[in-house]
């Protein structure tokens, strides 16, 4: 061992014995995923472990002592073995967020298994089915909000179908000294108990006074009288609030966590939002982004200057930097109430600007779907996607910029786009998109959404296209304030799915909760008195989720990928985790493969904790 | 001290569950079915105005339960120039029969002015425009009935100072006592105003007029009281 190996020894010892280790990837200098050795046996320790995120000291959870833990670096259709040792005083289970594994290896205590005992160790053993950026964490009571997650890389069989020469993992995620039990207790007490962020009286007046004409004075009025009456707070995108610190690979805005590149250089970040209560918008000024995976799942690369990163979800993408400057990566949570932070840089100790986080965004009723909008149009998203009867038109020109245009129009965001809900996927028949379509070459002003989006299917389905879309990236459609924001309505798988069968039967989720009391609920029933949803072995069945409250929910389905309904027919993306934004309703088809009692759940952990989680039964 | 507060009352808990039929399981499997709870107590200390000497008051308000059904606690004291003028407790089973709404039903106890023993029942929740609602009629050991209706509503002056205007009137549906005709017979208008330093410590000033509409000669004149206090959360 040479001296310097020794010396960054003794400094990592050290630094373990004030707290917890730094994990080998998760150092202020991003460890290139090229640098972890693929293995098929993993050992993982749970442990009680003194953390200082703040400047003050703190108590987590960690895996095998650090926060995060320890990426596991896997190879596509290898037998692993990990075993995981129980050192808390409470019962856990790891869950492998994203992969396919039998029932009894899916980690959820009381659920597809006892659950691990404090002192025991239990071996999970499963073959790996896929490729690609998932991760692991705790699925009992509310650990994960404590530290206790990771990352998982499974490089493909077959190389991806997009070159890139350097890899870095970008864990998201957010702390609270307080422990997650205590957060959950508060939120219990005061509806809007970390909530510093609401409309005041003066502010409101001022409003008013600011408003340009009695006109849009009676608006404002109207607005905030709604809100009242429905008893909810235009501001709450998030339970959390100013106590929340935002890490990236577990490290705060100030440690200044760097990636480095060498200019020209292809480099591919995978994102990864393990936050229990936050989701995030990615941006990285100054350079675009190509999303080439979502969820792990490859898509049609999609060029984009932000994306939204519902917690749970991954997003891996392809950024080129070639000057030999510092560029940031800036994370500011969708309720604007802080930001993790890294940098992507040729060498280390360099910085680069940090936008502003913008104002804190407020909800709108039209954002709510009232003040006269439809939402039967919601019906329509559906519509879109049916790809029977389309297929084999005639004459259809392929060319890739009208497919960008289509898939980009049955996402367009009707009410503000800047603001507030660019992950939405709905197409909403309403003037706007009338006139987006006027827009579009070789389209119809007098066409309507719903079947517009129906040449893009047919596209998917024409015979003598390759399954294997075309390399060349799409481009989001840019935003009024000149970004490119990725929407869900853009994520096309890259290859055919399987399973291209109309839906036998539609099951309905209704996405529910009293935000005053704090509880969350589907269908209107907590999982404690509410029966498992039965689905059947190789059934194809469509799952509607309705959200009937003022959050985004992102929804996680265990054991299976649901196929987005996105318009993009037989190509709709796989996702594990699926953010369904509020008052909107999102489609998804699915076939299990997999037989057992499997998790549904809104992956805000606060949420599923109190209620909105459900069995779903296969058999 | 608040990290702590969790073990403290864990006892409790056991025994509000076994008392509401509840299962008190810990973390785990039903997590959704854990026992809350939440305290607000409110001490100020101030004037009455036409009276010697300072006056102090002590509020007690709050639950412990589930999310549907819960035991509700309520204190109220008031004393004047050294004398304890009014005590009362009121524990109630409630029960969410609404989102935002719970029904609740017990007793109450006064101590001051002069003992007696009531049969609660009333609704509290939260009205449309947010406003905070508690009503509730009282059946007392003698018979006679009364009721009170409170309404409340924070206005937000910065998102830590906060003012509230309060309404809290007594009815009467006979003649509870030689003061008191049928009707409203006391009426507390008030305005709180608070600052949180956290949503948990919150110092205050409360100013409120107290009007007895149907009194009888020799009934009370109307008073406004003046008091500066702490509201905590626990």
Redo the contacts between chains.
């Keep these: 061992m040479d001296e310097l190996k020794r010396r960054s020894l003794q400094s990592l010892l050290s630094l373990g014995a004030l707290g917890a280790l730094p994990p080998a990837w998760a150092q202020l200098r991003a460890v290139e995923i090229g640098a972890v050795p693929v293995d098929r046996t993993y050992d993982l320790t749970i442990a009680e472990t003194a953390l200082n995120i703040t400047g003050k000291p703190a108590m987590g959870i960690t895996i095998n002592g650090t926060m995060p833990g320890p990426v596991l670096r896997f190879r596509e259709g290898d037998e692993v073995v990990i075993r995981v040792t129980n050192q808390l005083r409470?019962?856990t289970g790891v869950h492998w967020h994203g992969l396919l594994v039998p029932n009894s290896e899916d980690g959820v205590?009381?659920?597809t298994f006892p659950?691990i005992q404090p002192g025991e160790t239990f071996t999970y053993r499963f073959k790996l089915r896929q490729s690609g950026t998932y991760w692991y964490h705790s699925h009992?009571?509310?650990q994960e909000a404590a530290g206790y997650f990771a990352p998982i890389v499974i490089d493909p069989i077959t190389p991806d179908p997009f070159k890139y020469d350097r890899e870095y993992i970008v864990m998201l995620s957010d702390w609270n000294d307080?422990?997650p039990?205590?957060v959950l207790?508060?939120l219990?007490?005061?509806d809007g108990?970390y909530n510093?962020?609401?409309?005041?009286?003066?502010q409101f007046l001022a409003q008013l006074r600011n408003a340009p004409d009695k006109k849009a004075r009676e608006a404002i009025w109207n607005d905030r009288?709604e809100w009242?009456?429905?008893?909810m707070d235009p501001t709450d995108f998030s339970d959390g609030g100013d106590e929340w610190t935002f890490l990236m690979a577990g490290k705060k805005p100030a440690e200044n966590w760097t990636a480095l590149f060498k200019p020209g250089e292809r480099v591919r970040l995978r994102f990864i939002n393990a936050s229990p209560m936050n989701m995030f918008d990615v941006r990285i000024p100054g350079l675009p982004m190509t999303v080439v995976q979502a969820d792990g799942q490859n898509v049609s690369p999609v060029e984009v200057d932000e994306f939204r990163i519902g917690n749970g979800e991954t997003y891996d993408v392809i950024v080129q930097p070639k000057e030999a400057k510092a560029y940031s990566i800036f994370v500011p949570t969708i309720a604007r109430i802080g930001y993790a932070l890294g940098t992507l840089a040729p060498e280390l100790g360099m910085s680069a600007p940090v936008p502003a986080m913008g104002p804190k965004p407020v909800r709108t009723m039209a954002d709510m779907g009232m003040a006269g909008m439809d939402m039967s149009g919601a019906a329509s998203t559906s519509g879109a996607a049916d790809a029977s009867g389309m297929a084999g038109m005639p004459g259809m020109d392929t060319k890739p910029a009208a497919n960008a245009a289509m898939a980009g129009m049955a996402g367009m965001d009707m009410g503000k786009p800047a603001a507030n809900t660019p992950g939405a996927s709905m197409a909403m028949p309403s003037k706007p998109a009338d006139k987006a379509m006027a827009d579009m070459p070789g389209m119809s002003a007098s066409g309507k959404p719903a079947p517009a989006a129906k040449p893009a299917d047919s596209m998917a389905g024409m015979p003598g296209m390759s399954d294997q879309t075309a390399a060349a990236p799409i481009t989001a459609p840019m935003d009024e304030d000149g970004l490119r924001r990725l929407k869900y309505a853009l994520l096309r798988a890259a290859t055919r799915n399987a399973d291209n069968r109309a839906p036998e039967r539609e099951l309905l989720v209704r996405l529910t909760g009293?935000m005053?009391?704090y509880?969350w609920s589907m269908n209107d029933k907590?999982?404690?008195n509410a029966k498992p949803f039965k689905i059947g072995l190789g059934e194809r069945v469509r799952i509607k989720m309705v959200n009937e409250t003022m959050m985004e929910h992102p929804m996680h389905l265990h054991g299976v990928f649901m196929e987005l309904v996105n318009g993009n027919g037989a190509f709709g993306p796989r996702k594990h985790t699926i953010i369904v934004p509020p008052a909107q309703t999102v489609e998804l088809d699915v076939t299990y493969e997999d037989e057992g009692t499997w998790a549904f759940h809104c992956h805000l952990f606060y949420h599923a904790?109190?209620?909105m989680?459900r069995l779903v039964e296969v058999a | 001290m608040t990290n702590n507060y969790p073990q403290q009352i864990a006892s409790l808990r056991w025994l509000v569950a076994a008392a509401l039929g509840l299962s008190a399981l810990s973390a785990q499997a039903m997590e959704d079915e854990s026992i809350y709870s939440y305290t607000r107590v409110e001490a100020g200390t101030g004037k009455i105005r036409g009276q010697a000497g300072s006056s102090q008051s002590f509020n007690v308000d709050g639950w412990i339960g589930g999310d549907f059904n819960r035991l509700w606690y309520q204190f109220d004291g008031e004393r004047a120039g050294g004398r304890t003028e009014a005590a009362e407790l009121q524990l109630l089973y409630g029960r969410y029969i609404a989102p935002f709404w719970d029904a609740q039903v017990g007793l109450r106890r006064d101590e001051r002015p002069g003992q007696r023993t009531y049969l609660a029942v009333g609704v509290r929740g939260l009205a449309p425009y947010a406003f905070d609602v508690d009503l509730k009629l009282f059946v007392r050991d003698d018979g006679k009935v009364s009721a009170r209706t409170r309404f409340e509503n924070d206005f937000l002056l910065t998102n830590r100072f906060i003012a509230r205007p309060y309404i809290n009137v007594e009815w009467s549906a006979s003649n509870l006592d030689a003061t008191v005709r049928r009707g409203p017979y006391q009426t507390d208008v008030g305005l709180q105003a608070r600052y949180e330093f956290n949503r948990q410590f919150a110092p205050y000033v409360d100013v409120s007029r107290t009007f007895y509409p149907r009194a009888q000669s020799g009934g009370q004149r109307p008073a406004t009281t003046v008091r500066a206090g702490l509201r905590l959360i626990f």
């Design positions: 409470e019962i205590p009381g659920v659950g009992a009571a509310l307080t422990p039990q205590q207790a508060n219990k007490k005061v108990f510093y962020r609401r409309i005041t009286t003066p009288m009242a009456k429905m008893r009293d005053t009391r509880f907590k999982l404690s904790a109190t209620g989680m």
